[in-house]
Each structure stands twice: as C-alpha cells, then as structure tokens.
C-alpha cells in the first residue's frame, strides 16, 4: 500500500533508509545534509531500524569506516555534502577501487572558495571521475525513490560500485513536497538482502582487500570498473523497470520532456529539470519547437540514449550548474562526444548557471533559448553574469 505524505528531500532520504534498514551508517553533519542524518539517528535511537549509527569525527573517517564496513559484508549506508565530500576525496576512489557498493546520499552544494553553502553542482563534478554511480533526482519524490533504487544498482553481482544519489542542497533538501512513499515491506522484498561478494569476515574463504596493485595489476583493475560501469547501462534500465512496475513511476537513463518532434533541446541536471520543462512550455506557446531532457544517470553516462534523443536537432543547449575554471562545464563536452556518433553535429550551445545559488528562472533559460534560435547566443554563456 502507497500512501501520500509531506516531507522534504532530506527527510524522504532518511526515510528510505529507515524502510531499508542497513546495517552500518556512518556520517558526520554538514548542511545542507545534516537532517538526513539527525533524522535518521532519531530512528537508530527510538529502535526503529536495527543500524549500527557511527558518529565519526570527520567526512573522511565516515567514508573510510563505510568502506572498511561495506568490505566486511554490511551493507553500508552514508551522507555528505560539498566540503565533506571533498574532505573523503581521498577514499572516494579507493572505495571505488575496492569494489564496495555503498551508497551516500550527496545533498548538493558548492564547493568552495569563497565560501558559500547554497546549491550547485561542483561538489558532485569534482567527484565524477572517482568511479561511482551517480543518480540525480529532479523533486523530493526522485530524491526518495532514487534511495530505494540505489541498493538495487550498486550490489548488483555484476556491477559492485558505490553509488551517489545527488539531490540539490535546500531546493530539495529543505523544500517540503508531496510525495508517495512505499509500503515498507515492499521496499524491502524490491531491494533484497545484502548479499557481499568476497566479505572480509566470511573466514571459510579468506580474501584480502586494499592491496598495493603494480602497474601489471592496476591497470587491469582500474578497467574492470570501467567494464563494471559499461554493465550498469543495462542494470540501471533492469532495475527501473522493475521499481516502475512496483510503483508505476517511470525512470529511464535519461528523463526526456517534448524531445519527439523538438528541434532545440536543454539538457540539464536535478531540480533545474522542472524549470527547464515550464520554461519548455511557454517556448512552445510562442511557436518553438523546444525540448529538454536530464540525465538521470550521470555514471555511466548514458552516450548512446543521448545520442539517440538528440538525433536530427537543429540545436543542443548544455546548461551547467558547475565551472571547470580554464574549459567549458563539465558536461557540455560529454554531451558533445555522445554527439559525434550522429551523421549530422548539431549546434552546441554551453551555458554556465545558477553557481553559488544564483536563481534559475524561467525567464533566465527562456532568454538563452530564444538567443540560440535566433541565432544570437555565444558557444558559452555565463547567465545571470554581466561579464
């Protein structure tokens, strides 16, 4: 049985993690993350889960117990948040490496200098390249149902990678929505029991983890996970069909809005979506054939579903909510490359937005599309900016 509640994105994390009920969570608070873990050592404390609770003195020794724990045959369970996720950089990706298939919940934030606490992207950019998956949620429903999803993900036997499950710092983590949560039996008959591959404790078959890998090995290993990412492509599309037919909420790969018969297509990531699909609205209402669309998976990244929805476009706008400082953003050249297996490049358009918590309007994303078609935008904008 579902039933609708109201909950914002912080405490919808939690709760998917109360219905799961991990074994180990270890965290350290900082906002805008730290309701997902006060909320869910509420539930630790009152007996509602059986998870062993950690409160670690730091981001990095949360995310080096998580993966110490994860190693060990327990499913494992964390969170963080710009500063702290860069503070575990240097676990991030040795628990790749590792193969452990925890799961940290990323409350998205900027990264600084100067410092700043509201939203982008820069703390989950930075860290793209360290071997996880990386789901992104649009609302607080996606926020929630991604938790759930996740598990499923990175535990898979062929697969056995961490997973983030990005949500946008106060958009959604503060914001409270409606949204339909899972009856908690079903969410644990979805997700499973843990099933570790290879445990530290299973002293039957005794196994070593972290070892010092020479070139002959750590080359070898380190395509392993790319093969193991190249997998996910069709676990993650197994395991949204299998949540839509519990649930009847359809996830895919990438999410598309108006792309059929649209001849210029946004593509943007987390709540900015919603934006991007009023803003897709009105553009319609005067005459334009726009769509847009999001990568729901940003690990793997999804090149060939890409490709596929952005076949035959006039024009291609890659709206980015973080600055790789001295290049474009960081996804405007991934999606650019997706694009080069098309008989025909569009145009690509890379706009910079929405860094620190500058707003993200409709008007804002309407002005840059109209530019574009009519033939007025530049290869990079920097929007809301006066430069």
Not at 48 to 70: D, G, I, N, P, R
Not at 340 to 369: Q, R
């Amino acid at each position: 049985m579902e039933m609708d509640i109201a909950i914002n994105g912080d405490n919808a994390v939690a709760l998917a993690w109360k219905q799961i009920d991990p074994d180990v969570c270890a965290a350290y608070p900082i906002t805008p993350q730290t309701i997902i873990v006060e909320k869910f050592a509420e539930y630790v404390a009152n007996g509602e889960v059986t998870t062993e609770f950690v409160c670690v003195e730091s981001e990095h020794s949360a995310l080096t117990l998580c993966t110490a724990s994860e190693s060990a045959g327990a499913r494992t369970f964390t969170a963080t948040a710009s500063q702290g996720l860069a503070y575990m950089w240097e676990m991030l990706p040795i628990t790749a490496a590792m193969r452990t298939p925890l799961i940290m919940a990323v409350a998205n934030r900027a990264v600084s200098g100067p410092i700043n606490i509201n939203n982008d992207h820069g703390d989950a950019m930075s860290a793209r390249d360290c071997g996880w998956i990386m789901l992104f949620s649009e609302n607080v429903q996606q926020a929630y149902d991604m938790s759930i999803i996740a598990p499923r993900i990175a535990e898979h036997p062929d697969i056995q990678l961490p997973c983030m499950v990005n949500l946008d710092g106060f958009i959604l983590t503060h914001a409270i929505e409606r949204m339909t949560m899972v009856d908690t039996a079903d969410v644990r008959k979805f997700v499973g029991e843990f099933k570790p591959l290879y445990p530290l404790l299973d002293i039957k078959h005794p196994v070593s983890h972290g070892n010092m890998d020479g070139p002959d090995f750590y080359y070898p290993h380190k395509v392993q996970s790319a093969m193991a990412m190249e997998k996910a492509v069709e676990v993650c599309e197994q395991v949204f069909a299998e949540f839509k037919e519990l649930t009847g909420r359809e996830y895919h790969l990438i999410d598309e809005y108006r792309c059929d018969d649209a001849e210029y297509v946004a593509v943007v990531l987390g709540s900015s979506f919603g934006t991007m699909k009023a803003t897709v609205d009105e553009l319609r209402e005067a005459g334009i054939k726009a769509g847009c669309l999001m990568p729901r998976v940003f690990r793997p990244w999804p090149a060939d579903a890409l490709a596929k929805a952005l076949a035959g476009k006039k024009g291609v706008v890659v709206f980015d909510k973080h600055l790789s400082i001295g290049a474009y953003g960081p996804m405007f050249p991934e999606v650019a490359a997706a694009c080069t297996e098309l008989d025909k490049l569009p145009k690509m358009f890379n706009v910079i937005y929405g860094l620190g918590g500058a707003d993200a309007t409709v008007a804002g994303f309407k002005k840059v599309m109209t530019d574009v078609v009519n033939g007025d935008a530049p290869k990079i904008t920097y929007l809301g900016v006066k430069i």
